[in-house]
Each structure stands twice: as structure tokens, then as C-alpha cells.
């Protein structure tokens, strides 16, 4: 228990000056690395012919961003399909079927990062370098431009302009990407994560057996994989392989990774919307007033100057959701299993099953709820031993998508639940919602009610389509409550772009590769485009002014009611399917 | 053929998203 709590403080500590840092970036403010990153941005927008002053509404944004990821897919596609040339295929690996193809091109460039196949049996270094690396930072950068675009709406300092998508993929590429990937890549060499262009090594071990063990770019891969909340290994095993996660350090390395983008967005978008109050108030008040500004925020409490206020109250709601998930994994796997007690192993180190020794139950809950909270998708255990309660909160926090979620989606969904939380507000005290000073009306509340319910349906219409066929049924190997959880967790890890499996599950098949690929496409793109498009529907409104009745959002008091109504709706759309999956399982198991 | 169709499928999903990108665009004009 003191370890998590030592991981997560040290977390507090660390996201701060990234938030700082990445703040800078997205509003495009002076930092220390721009005598460098401006030759290098410069370069890459001459060579793109991007002029980076030209700004896009809302709509040519979004437009931009679905047009160069669609094009990366047919591309991406091409490659995985003419993987089986010479170039850069030591172990001689063949082409990939079309429906696995189709598949794991979607995954990648959805951020996803699902996978059905084994890194080292069905992927050239070609394709890992070109296709999976390639597109972990380029849908990462793609998420976080979408976010950083959103924000722009909200704060609303102009009628009509988000900013340039390619401008805001090229400048998160270079300057948060690739610098933060090269100094936690070498760290993660230095932990002895292997980087070299090797075939597999074919070793004699002490039990006079041969073992093949993979080599290759991995330490790349492998920090971007979690820095861009991908989840993707080299290998099928994922970080639980010492060769991807050697150490207890590593574990650390990766931990925090993949947990500072998605916190440093909060930060950013605080910060954002701080600085548009700033403004608003310096063009309203009269110049003795405005010189007393300054002195007003001098009295802010720190947090509230960390976070901003409005990004405090968002990150106080996410932060809830995620030690209340973390506790209740770390209680059920400490609780060992049952069914192993009887076979009389002991249980005394809680339930092992599928867990690595070397990092134990507090590390394997931690790691869990995080990959599955900020939707990267990597594993340092096997998620499908996990106890029906312990498995049960990385498949709810899936479900939910908003507990710090993905690089920059994960705020987008919680920023679309706060406008729901602040009109069920509005109709509770008979007032028109506001939140960020601008008139929530009908047509926000119908692209943001359709954002959230596209969640919820991806995921319970297929999963149903699943259990009703032949061809989904054929997939489920453990027939039962737990073959029900093996099909929900599939899709909500599709839906939420997590991208982590109960691997229990026989899914690379025609039905699972395409319906799960279906699946990523829409709950990747869907929810961007209607974000964008609420940002810009806002963004054109004017502001009103705070009255006695205005709903603060900047309070605790709004954390807690966000973090209430986004239970309640996960309540009203998950818990019967979750009663007849993990719930029942885990009272069968414990009857 | 197999790859024809996929990219069949790629292609028409991208396309819906287009296309309701432009369904949002009337309704964020129907706000004004």
C-alpha cells in the first residue's frame, strides 16, 4: 500500500512542470527549446508546404485530421499486406492475412493498439518500424491536437479558429514526442531493454532446452507505447516479458509515461481557460480594476494556481475515480482466489495467477488500473487471471473512458460529461446551464448526449452480436459468466481505444478482426468529430456574465457531482451486463 | 479480392465520417 502511495505522489510531482511545459506548446508560448524546435518545425512546414499562421475552423480541422489519418490506413494497410519482402525481415515473417491487417491498421492508427497477433511471430522490423512505431506517435499527436483544438473552442478567445491541425501535430510531435521518447528510451536501455536490428537468438537453457528469444527495436517501441497511451508490444506478453519490463525501475519508467500526457492535458486546458478569464476580465473592467486583477489571483490557493481552477475541479473528479478503482483492484487481488486456495496453493501473497514476481500484487493493481484508467492498454500481468472483482475495474474504467482516458480524448469525454453534469444542474434549479460563461443549449446537449451514447452502444450492440452468433460464440474459451466478461472487455477495450484483452479470448478470426476493427474506427472517430463540433458550436457563442444563480464548476462540490453522474450513467448503461459477467462470477467463485 | 473489400470497408467508414462531420456543420450552423 505504501508503495502505491509513494508511485502516485511522486506522479503529483512529475505532472506538474510536464503540464507546465505542454501548456506552453499548446498556446504556443515562448519555452527554452525553441531556438532549436522552431529550425526543426520550420523545415518540416516548408517541406509540407504548411504555412503555420494559417488557423482552420472547426469543421477543416476535423476534416484534416480524419483525411491525413485515413490516408496513414490505406497506406499502413499496403505495408502489413507486401511485409513478407527482404527489407528489414531477419526471421523471414510473411505477409499478413487481409482481415488481421485490416484489424491491426485500425488499431494503430486509432490509438488503440489491440492486437491479434504476436509482435515476434507476425511482424517484420519494416513493419514494426514504419507501421506500429510510426503511428503511435502519429495517433497520439492526432488525439492530443483533437484535444488541444477542443480547448482552443472552449476557452474561445477567437470566433472561429482552432488552430492548424498540422501545425499541432508536427509541434507535439517534435517537441513533446520525440524528445521525452529519446530520454526515456535510454533509460529504459539502461534498464537493460534491448534496441538493435538483430534476428531472434537461439539459446541452450539450463534445462538442456532451446529457447528463442526476440530481438529488435524494442526500447522505441517501447517508450512510445506508453508515453502515447498506445499499449502495443513487440512482444505478445506485453510488459510482463522481462524483455520489455525488466526491472522494478522499468515498471516506474513505464508507469509514469504513459500517466503524464493525459495529466498534463488537465493541466493545459486550466491553464487555458485561466488565461481566456484573464482576458475577458481585462477587456471589461476599468484600468484601476484590471491593475487589481493580478492582486485577486495572488490570493488563488495552489492548486488552483497548478491546475487552474476549472482543470483542478476536472482533475479532483478524475482523480476520484481512479483511487476509488485502484483500491477495489488492489483489495480483490490481495484477497487471493479461492478456487487456487483449494487446490492448496497458499494465497498469502494475494492471487498470483498470471501476476509477475517481481512486481507483486500493489505494482500488477497499480499497473492495471492505470493502463486500463488513461486507456494505453499495456500489461504487466495477464488481465484475464485477474480475481471477477479485480478484472472487473479495468473493464468498468473502459466502460467509463473519462478516468484521465487517452492523450487528450480522456478530457475531451470528461469535459462532455461536465456539460451533461452542469444541465441536469441547470434543470434541477429551473436555470439555462452555462459552463465556461457560455449558454449550454439544445444543440450542444444533442451532440454531447450523442458523444456519450456512442460509447455504450459500440460496445453492448456488438458484444451482443458476439454472444448471438456462431462465429463470436466460437472465439469465447472459457464458456460461462467469464466467457461473457472475455466478450465485453474485448469491445470496451475496442471502443475506449485501450487496446488490452482478456487473452483468454480465440479472437483472430473473420468476425473478431473485423467487428472489433469496426468498432475502434467509430469510437475513435465519432466522439472527435462531435467534440469538435460542440467546441465550435460554443466557441461562436458570446459570454454571459456570473449571477448569484451561475453553477461554479471551479468547486470541489462540481468534482463530486461530476464524478456522481458519471457512476449514475455508467450505472444505467453497464451494470446488467455486468451483473451477469464479473458480479456473478465473482459470487459463484466465492459462494 | 480479400483486399479489395477491406479497403473497401476502409474506405467507407472514413467516408461516414466525413459525412457527419458535415451533419454536425448544419447543426452547429442551426445554433447560430
Not at chain 1, 480524419?66 to 519482402?85: D, E, F, H, K, W
Not at chain 1, 454472444?467 to 461473457?484: E, F, K, Q, W
Not at chain 1, 478482426?513 to 469496426?518: Q, R, S
Request: with cysteine; glycine share 10%; proline share 3%.
Amino acid at each position: 500500500m505504501l508503495q502505491i502511495a509513494l508511485t502516485i505522489l511522486i506522479y503529483l510531482i512529475l505532472v506538474i512542470p510536464a503540464g507546465v511545459y505542454v501548456y506552453h506548446i499548446a498556446a504556443g508560448k515562448h519555452t527554452f527549446a525553441d531556438p532549436v524546435f522552431n529550425r526543426v518545425d520550420g523545415a518540416i512546414y516548408k517541406v509540407c508546404g504548411v504555412n503555420p499562421k494559417n488557423g482552420m475552423n472547426w469543421k477543416k480541422y476535423a476534416v484534416s485530421l480524419v483525411i491525413t489519418n485515413g490516408i496513414m490506413i490505406l497506406l499502413g494497410y499496403i505495408i502489413l499486406r507486401i511485409q513478407s519482402i527482404g527489407l528489414f525481415n531477419p526471421n523471414g515473417i510473411g505477409a499478413m492475412e487481409e482481415s488481421l491487417s485490416f484489424n491491426t491498421i485500425i488499431s494503430f492508427m486509432t490509438n488503440t493498439n489491440l492486437q491479434h497477433y504476436s509482435g515476434e511471430s507476425g511482424l517484420s522490423n519494416l513493419s514494426q518500424m514504419l507501421v506500429i512505431t510510426f503511428m503511435m506517435f502519429v495517433s497520439a499527436a492526432s488525439g492530443y491536437a483533437a484535444c488541444i483544438a477542443f480547448i482552443r473552442g472552449l476557452a474561445g478567445r477567437t470566433k472561429d479558429n482552432v488552430g492548424n491541425f498540422f501545425v499541432d501535430l508536427v509541434r507535439i510531435t517534435t517537441r513533446v514526442l520525440l524528445p521525452f521518447s529519446i530520454i526515456g528510451g535510454l533509460l529504459l536501455v539502461w534498464q537493460g531493454v534491448p534496441q538493435n536490428f538483430s534476428g531472434n537468438v537461439v539459446v541452450d537453457t539450463i534445462e538442456g532446452t532451446k529457447q528463442v528469444i526476440a530481438m529488435g527495436p524494442v526500447a522505441a517501441l517501447e517508450i512510445i507505447k506508453h508515453l502515447g497511451t498506445n499499449g502495443g508490444g513487440f512482444l505478445g506478453a506485453n510488459s510482463a516479458t522481462p524483455i520489455e519490463n525488466p526491472t522494478i525501475i522499468s515498471n516506474l519508467i513505464e508507469l509514469y509515461s504513459m500517466m503524464l500526457l493525459p495529466g498534463a492535458c488537465v493541466i493545459t486546458f486550466g491553464k487555458m481557460v485561466r488565461d481566456r478569464k484573464r482576458d475577458l476580465a481585462a477587456a471589461v473592467v476599468a484600468d484601476g480594476a484590471a491593475a487589481a486583477i493580478p492582486q485577486i489571483e495572488g490570493r488563488e490557493s495552489l492548486t488552483a494556481r497548478i491546475f487552474g481552477r476549472e482543470g483542478r475541479s476536472i482533475f479532483a473528479a478524475m482523480g476520484i475515480l481512479f483511487l476509488i478503482g485502484l483500491g477495489v483492484c488492489f483489495w480483490a487481488e490481495s484477497q487471493g482466489n479461492p478456487a487456487l486456495a483449494e487446490v492448496g496453493l497458499a494465497q498469502s501473497m494475494g492471487s498470483m495467477e498470471g501476476k509477475e514476481v517481481r512486481f507483486g500484487i500493489a505494482q500488477s493493481a497499480m499497473f492495471t488500473t492505470t493502463t486500463t484508467s488513461f486507456t494505453t492498454g499495456t500489461v504487466n500481468n495477464m488481465h484475464d487471471t485477474l480475481t471477477p472483482l479485480g478484472g472487473m475495474i479495468p473493464l468498468l474504467h473502459m466502460m467509463l473512458n473519462v478516468v484521465f482516458g487517452g492523450k487528450g480524448v480522456g478530457l475531451m469525454n470528461m469535459i462532455t460529461y461536465a456539460i451533461l453534469a452542469v444541465f441536469i444542474c441547470g434543470l434541477m434549479i429551473g436555470r439555462t446551464p452555462e459552463y465556461l460563461g457560455k449558454k449550454i443549449e439544445g444543440r450542444e446537449m444533442k451532440l454531447a448526449a450523442l458523444c456519450i451514447i456512442i460509447h455504450p452502444l459500440l460496445i453492448l450492440t456488438f458484444s451482443a452480436l458476439a454472444v448471438a452468433t456462431p462465429d463470436g460464440l466460437a472465439g469465447i474459451t472459457n464458456p460461462g459468466y467469464h466467457g461473457l466478461s472475455q466478450v465485453l472487455y474485448e469491445f470496451a477495450s475496442s471502443a475506449a481505444n485501450n487496446g488490452s484483452g482478456f487473452e483468454g479470448l480465440a479472437d483472430n478470426t473473420l468476425f473478431w478482426n473485423i467487428t472489433t476493427g469496426l468498432v475502434m474506427f467509430f469510437g475513435r472517430y465519432l466522439p472527435i468529430v462531435l467534440q469538435l463540433a460542440i467546441a465550435g458550436s460554443l466557441m461562436k457563442k458570446r459570454f454571459v456574465s456570473e449571477s448569484a444563480g451561475t453553477l461554479h464548476t471551479d468547486t470541489m462540490s462540481f468534482a463530486v457531482i461530476l464524478v456522481f453522474v458519471v457512476y449514475i450513467f455508467a450505472a444505467l448503461t453497464f451494470f446488467p451486463v455486468l451483473a451477469l459477467g464479473p458480479v456473478a462470477e465473482h459470487l459463484t467463485l466465492w459462494a | 479480392m480479400m483486399d479489395c473489400i477491406m479497403l473497401a470497408v476502409l474506405a467507407g467508414c472514413i467516408g461516414s465520417i466525413i459525412l457527419l462531420i458535415g451533419w454536425c456543420q448544419k447543426q452547429v450552423d442551426k445554433s447560430e
